[in-house]
C-alpha cells in the first residue's frame, strides 16, 4: 500500500475487473517493478502477482487506476476467506504520487468489499501509514522478515537431527501435490492464507522460473506426510529463502522444524548465497525464538490494516 492523500484530480478513472488481459498485466507488473525499485519493498505480494495471470479466479478483482490515460496505479481485491474480511493490496508508480491516487484507490476497494477490508502496506512505509489512516483502518497484524548470514563468516548452521523414524526426500511434481497440498493445508490451518492453497496456487508456483524441486524437502514417517520444507532462490538478489516451512499437527514439538529449517538452510548455503530470509507473525513469539536462536534477526515489517467491523 503506497501513496497519501490529495487533492482529486479530474483525469483520474478507476475501472474494476475480473480478469486483465496480457497487456494489463504487463503494465501492472512493470508499474509493480518501477515502485519496488524506488520503495526498495513489492507493494504486491507473490501471491498477488501470480493472480495477475491466468484468467478469471473466485473472489479476484483488480482495480486500474488511469490518470490522463495512464496507469498510474493498481488495487487487487480478494475475497476469498469465508470469515475473514476480503484483503487488500495496492500501488501507485512513484511519479505519479502526492495526487490522490492513493486514497481514490484505496477509497475504491473499502467501497467494493462492503467497508469491511484487510490492507496490507508491505514495508510498513509511513506514506502508508498515513493512507490507512486517512481511510479510517486500523493495525491488525504486522508480519516481520527476518534475515540471517549464510556466508563463511556467518555463524555456523546446526546439524539437522531428525525424530526418530523420520526420514526426508525432495518433492516430485506431478506425485506429491495432493499429499502436500493436505499437509500444507493441516499445517497453516489458522493461517489466513497459507493455508487456503489450492492446486492451481501450486501450480502457479511449480510454473515459476525460480521453482527447483531440489530445494522441496518432504519429511516421512511410515511413508506419510508429516512436514516440509520448500526453499526459494532469488537470484537477482543473491538471497535465499525459507519459503514454506510447515510441520502437521501432532509431528509437532518432536524438533522436526528445527531439523527441516537446518536441511533448507544448509541447502541454500551449499547453493552459494550469502543470506537467507524469511516471515513470520510477531504475534507467534515460539517461532520468534526458534528462529533468532538460528541466528535471524528483523530485516522490515509488513502491517496489515483493517476495518473496525
Known amino acids: 500500500m503506497t501513496d497519501a492523500a490529495a487533492p482529486p484530480e479530474p483525469g483520474r478513472q478507476i475501472v474494476a475487473l475480473d480478469?486483465?488481459?496480457?497487456?494489463?498485466?504487463?503494465?501492472?507488473?512493470?508499474?509493480?517493478?518501477?515502485?519496488?525499485?524506488?520503495?526498495?519493498?513489492?507493494?504486491?505480494?507473490e501471491q498477488g502477482r501470480?493472480?495477475?495471470r491466468g484468467g478469471p479466479r473466485q473472489g479476484i478483482r483488480h482495480f486500474l487506476l488511469t490518470?490522463?490515460?495512464?496507469l498510474a496505479g493498481?488495487?487487487?481485491l480478494e475475497d476469498t476467506d469465508p470469515v475473514e474480511a476480503p484483503a487488500a493490496e495496492l500501488v501507485v508508480h512513484p511519479a505519479l504520487r502526492g495526487r490522490g491516487h492513493g486514497r481514490a484507490l484505496g477509497q475504491a476497494l473499502l467501497n467494493a468489499s462492503g467497508k469491511r477490508i484487510r490492507v496490507w502496506a508491505h514495508g510498513g512505509k509511513s506514506a502508508a501509514r498515513h493512507l490507512a489512516q486517512v481511510l479510517g483502518l486500523t493495525l491488525f497484524r504486522e508480519l516481520r522478515q527476518l534475515r540471517r548470514p549464510l556466508g563463511p563468516q556467518a555463524p555456523p548452521l546446526p546439524e539437522a537431527v531428525l525424530p526418530p523414524g523420520v526420514t526426508v526426500r525432495t518433492f516430485s511434481p506431478g506425485v506429491d501435490d495432493a499429499a502436500w497440498l493436505a499437509a500444507n493445508a493441516a499445517a497453516f490451518a489458522h493461517h489466513p492464507e497459507q493455508g487456503t492453497l489450492t492446486q492451481r496456487d501450486l501450480d502457479d508456483r511449480l510454473a515459476q522460473p525460480w521453482f527447483d524441486p531440489k530445494g522441496f524437502f518432504l519429511a516421512e514417517r511410515?511413508?506419510?506426510?508429516?512436514?516440509?520444507?520448500?526453499?526459494?532462490?532469488h537470484a537477482a538478489e543473491r538471497l535465499g529463502?525459507?519459503?514454506?516451512?510447515?510441520?502437521?499437527?501432532?509431528?509437532?514439538?518432536?524438533?522436526?522444524?528445527?531439523?527441516?529449517?537446518?536441511?533448507g538452510l544448509r541447502h541454500l548455503a551449499?547453493?552459494?548465497?550469502?543470506?537467507a530470509m524469511l516471515y513470520v507473525d510477531a504475534d507467534n513469539p515460539a517461532a520468534l525464538a526458534v528462529y533468532e536462536g538460528l541466528g535471524f534477526s528483523t530485516h522490515e515489517v509488513d502491517l496489515m490494516y483493517r476495518t473496525e467491523s
Request: hydrophobic share 40%; charged share 20%; proline share 3%.
Open 19 to 45: 480478469e486483465l488481459t496480457e497487456e494489463q498485466a504487463d503494465s501492472v507488473l512493470a508499474l509493480i517493478e518501477d515502485a519496488a525499485r524506488t520503495d526498495g519493498t513489492t507493494a504486491v505480494s
Open 50 to 52: 501470480l493472480q495477475l
Open 67 to 70: 490518470d490522463g490515460g495512464r
Open 74 to 76: 493498481y488495487g487487487q
Open 222 to 233: 511410515a511413508g506419510k506426510l508429516v512436514g516440509f520444507h520448500w526453499t526459494k532462490i
Open 241 to 263: 529463502e525459507v519459503y514454506v516451512l510447515g510441520v502437521v499437527p501432532g509431528a509437532q514439538g518432536g524438533g522436526l522444524g528445527k531439523a527441516l529449517t537446518a536441511i
Open 270 to 275: 551449499a547453493a552459494g548465497l550469502p543470506t
